[in-house]
């Protein structure tokens, strides 16, 4: 079974910076920049087994660059058209261990 490939004008690719993960505290892979192309083709369940399968194996590569011209540069030179999303700043609340005893810490 061929599944219909639908082409499109320009390939659309995503730039951003990965945020760091929630489950760690370090900042490992979070200083690149990842330029992932976007699904050009629905996913569609195949018929036997019930497998999600797509035509588009673009959507599989995920490029790192280390900064983000150097990724913009790429996209501009292989005709894609990309859409750039900035980090956003991590808000810092500096607390120390004392404040979990400072009075009037939890309201009654």
Request: hydrophobic share 40%; proline share 8%; charged share 20%.
């Amino acid at each position: 079974m061929s599944l219909p490939v639908v082409a499109t004008a320009r390939p659309a690719a995503r730039i951003y910076r990965p945020a760091k993960n929630a489950m760690q505290s370090g900042k490992a892979r979070t200083k690149s920049w990842v330029l992932e192309f976007e699904p050009g083709a629905a996913r569609v369940p195949e018929p036997l087994m019930g497998w999600v399968s797509g035509a588009d194996t673009q959507a599989q590569v995920k490029l790192t660059f280390a900064s983000k011209e150097e990724a913009v540069a790429y996209a501009q030179r292989n005709g894609l058209a990309a859409t750039i999303t900035e980090p956003q700043a991590p808000s810092l609340k500096i607390r120390t261990y004392a404040d979990n005893f400072r009075p009037g810490r939890i309201r009654w």
